[in-house]
Each structure stands twice: as C-alpha cells, then as structure tokens.
C-alpha cells in the first residue's frame, strides 16, 4: 500500500483541528452504515492484549468477545466543524464496563480511517488513530433491494491487511437508542473513553468473514487467517445520526 500523501494529509489536517485541540472533542455522525460483529476468542489471547487497568469481560469457559466493527457516512464532522464523507474500522476486545455505562465496552486495538481530519483531532484528544488513505467499505445489493454483499479492505501503519466480506440484510424495524463505549490507555493523556450515543439505530442481519495475517495482532487474537464466527452479535446497523464524545481521566 502506497503512502505517498500520507504526511502532507495529516500537515493540513493538523492546522485544520489545532486552534481546538484544548477542548473536549465531539465527533457527529451523519447517515451510516455498518458492520458491526461481536463473537468468541480465546480469553488468554484477548486478556493478554488488554491492559491492567481494563478486565477481559469473559463470555463463557476460556472465551472473551472479539469486536470487529467498519462503517461508511455520508458526513462526519469534528467539533461542529465542516462534514465530510467518513470510512472507518476498528477492533477490540469486550471489556467489563469501568464506569457501569453503555451497553457494550469496548477495548480499542486499532482504529482506522480515511479522514485525516479525524485521525488528528483523535489523537490530539488522546485516542490512538491511524489513517489509510485507500480504506474500502462497499456494499453492494442483490436484486431484492433488501440484502447484499459487503467488502471491506484495511491497512494502516503497524496494522497488516485485512479484509471483512459477507451478506448482510437491511433492518425491517427500528431498534432504539443504543450506546457503545471504547476505551484506550496511552501513556501521554491516560485513561480515554470514547462514549458513543446511537438514536434510532437500526439492525439487520449480517454473515462476514474476517481475513488477515495469522501473524498479525489481529490473526493472533482470532488463531488464524479467517473468522467468521461472530455468533454473539452479528448485525448490519443503519444509523441516522451519531455522536461521540473523547473525554481523558489522568
């Protein structure tokens, strides 16, 4: 994968988001999609990449929950600031909840996106981000109008390649307010929460594949080059609009 603009994307990007850097950071989402697969690995394997302060939720005899999650938007945008088109992926590793909020917790091994803007602001609020210039979220529908096809390819600085491909079907209700925390540990900013809020998500169903490099942290954490058993949450999401708020507790 070529990075070639990567440095001159992130320069602008940083002038872009640096008169605001000191403040707390908002990131609004605007008509999504997304995959979002939840499913069993090895506990030791998982607990073994999560830090001390943060504790492996355990999903059953010697297994953790997996987090595997890549979704498009027509717009995001960063502190009220202008909105753009957004791709994005991110795994991590269930986690009992710190504070007792959210639905769903989080541990974030990597996010990935193709907004420079975003990768900026993340990591001036002190949530790890890298960016992938090329990152690919396609879905494309069969002939019902209602289920298709989705593709997913990923790379980043310190992150091999890795592909997410399956079926997926559009949701026939909706579900209701659903909220999602990510949390990192960074030894400049400390302990991080990205608190997610999700009204009038929708969920369908969904059937991918994880691929990537068993040598990777990725295939490491999985066993190997492919999984496809995101049995606990497997679901394709249709979200109207979305925030997400950084805070960081030293």
């Known amino acids: 994968m070529k ?10 990007a940083f002038a872009a988001t640096a008169a605001w850097a ?17 499913g069993p690995v090895n506990y030791a394997n998982a607990s073994a990449l999560v830090p001390r302060q943060f504790t492996a939720l355990s999903t059953g005899v010697g ?3 997996i987090v ?20 994005f992926s991110q795994v991590g590793v269930e986690i009992v909840p710190p504070d007792k909020t959210g639905d769903i917790n989080n541990y974030l091994l990597f996010y990935i996106t ?32 209602k289920s298709g096809v989705l593709y997913v390819e990923a790379e980043a600085f310190g992150v091999p390649s890795y592909t997410i491909y399956g079926t997926e079907t559009d949701p026939t209700a909706p579900y209701g307010d659903f909220t999602a925390n990510w949390w990192a540990l960074t030894p400049q900013q400390g302990l991080v929460k990205e608190a997610g809020n999700y009204p009038n998500i929708s969920f ?17 954490l999985i066993g190997g080059n492919t999984d496809s058993n995101f049995s606990y949450l497997p679901l394709r999401g249709i979200i109207p609009t979305a925030q997400i708020v950084v805070t960081v507790s030293k």
Do not use: W
């Open 204 to 220: 369908g169903t969904a059937n991918n594949t994880v691929f990537t490099d068993k040598n990777s942290e990725l295939g490491k």
């Open 63 to 65: 297994t953790a929950g």
């Open 3 to 12: 990075y070639g603009y990567l440095k001159c994307s992130l320069m602008l």
């Open 114 to 145: 193709n907004n420079p803007e975003l990768v900026v602001a993340l990591n001036l609020a002190g949530a790890p981000a890298l960016y992938d210039p090329n990152l690919t979220y396609q879905f494309t529908y069969g002939s019902t109008g």
């Open 22 to 38: 000191d403040q707390p950071l908002t990131i609004n989402f605007t008509q999504c999609t997304e995959f979002a697969g939840v």
């Open 68 to 87: 595997v999650r890549a979704g498009s938007c027509t717009g995001v945008s960063v502190n009220g600031g202008h909105s753009i088109p957004t791709v």
